[in-house]
Structure formats: structure tokens, C-alpha cells
């Protein structure tokens, strides 16, 4: 019989790292994330954290001048980014604007605590905390650097026709533009 040739031996391969799956969405974010510009982000930081209970994540981002180009903080169980305004870029605080054409939404359990404790530390008012026809108790303010919240704790839950009689009931109720008695 012939002999068989011995093959030769391949070194064992390590096996393959599994490459790790980048999420589309990081973890940590919702698909939705705000992100704030404003004049002095450092003070808005230190504002949130006193008014809201925010918690700052990660590091900050400093430019060369020192401002903030990229922070990130939370607020009960969201994530929020904030950066300085940079209006030479096209980055522009609502002060620079003039106002602001959004706000964020924070519920909590206790509207008129976080509300008294954002107005103590520097926010001012637009809206006392009151219930609503939607079943929540709401407020609503600006703080220091023109970004407007509103505070809300659900309180009931109702069907859209329960929802739509008690607004009715409620403008029946307010003066028509202009003054004079409600109709």
C-alpha cells in the first residue's frame, strides 16, 4: 500500500471577534432626544439641576473659548443634550431669537413642587399650576435662559369625548376676546 502524504498542519485561527452591534438608536436615548441651545450653558447645567432635579451624564464638551459645545443630562428617566449658542455658526439661544417656538414637557409626581422649586430657583411663571380639562394637573414657565417648560402630573385618565365636553364646558366659560361677559 502507498502511504499517504501527511498534509501539512495549519495553524489553529483564533476564533473571529464578533463584531459588537451598533444600536441606530443609542441605549441611552430616546427616539426622540431634545437638545437646547442657550446663552451660558454651564448656568443653565447648574439651573436645571436645582430646579429639576436634573442629573448632568458623561463629560463636557468645551471649545477652545471654553463653551460648551456638547452636554448631556436627564431628567427622571430622559436624556437631554445642550450646547452653547454659537450664532456665528447658525446656533442661536431662544434670547438671541427672541423667544422660543417649542418646550419640553417634563411629567413628575408633584407639579406644584417641582414648579415652586423651578420658580425659587430662577424660572418665572406663565401659568400657575392648575388641573385641566385633560386630566392633568399643568404649569407652565420660562427659565433664565428662555426655554419654556411645562410641568404636568396625570391624574385621570379619560376618554377623548370626556376630554372634549370639558373643554367646551371650560371655553363656554371664558370671556370672549375682548372682554364682555361669556356667552
Keep these: 500500500m502507498a502511504k499517504r502524504k501527511a498534509k501539512a498542519r495549519r495553524p489553529a485561527r483564533k476564533p473571529a471577534r ?8 443609542p441605549g441611552r436615548y430616546g427616539a426622540v432626544t431634545p437638545s437646547l441651545t442657550v446663552r451660558g ?3 443653565a447645567l447648574a439651573f436645571y439641576a436645582k430646579a429639576f432635579g436634573a442629573k448632568e451624564v458623561g463629560g463636557r464638551m468645551a471649545g477652545p473659548d471654553g463653551k460648551i459645545m456638547h452636554a448631556e443630562f436627564r431628567i427622571g428617566d430622559r ?15 431662544p434670547q438671541s431669537l427672541g423667544g422660543t417656538g417649542g418646550s419640553v414637557v417634563i411629567y413628575t409626581r408633584d407639579t ?3 414648579f415652586k422649586r423651578a420658580i425659587d430657583a430662577g424660572a418665572r411663571s406663565q401659568m400657575e399650576p392648575a388641573d385641566q380639562f385633560w386630566g392633568d394637573r399643568y404649569a407652565k414657565l420660562v427659565d433664565p435662559f428662555g426655554h419654556e417648560w411645562q410641568i404636568a402630573t396625570h391624574k385621570e385618565d379619560l376618554s377623548r369625548k370626556q376630554m372634549m365636553e370639558r373643554m367646551q364646558k371650560m371655553m363656554a366659560a371664558m370671556p370672549p376676546p375682548g372682554g364682555g361677559p361669556p356667552t
Design 18 to 25: 464578533k463584531a459588537k452591534k451598533v444600536e441606530a438608536i
Design 41 to 43: 450653558a454651564a448656568e
Design 79 to 93: 436624556m437631554l443634550m445642550i450646547q452653547d449658542e454659537f450664532p456665528e455658526m447658525g446656533s442661536r439661544s
Design 112 to 114: 406644584d413642587a417641582m
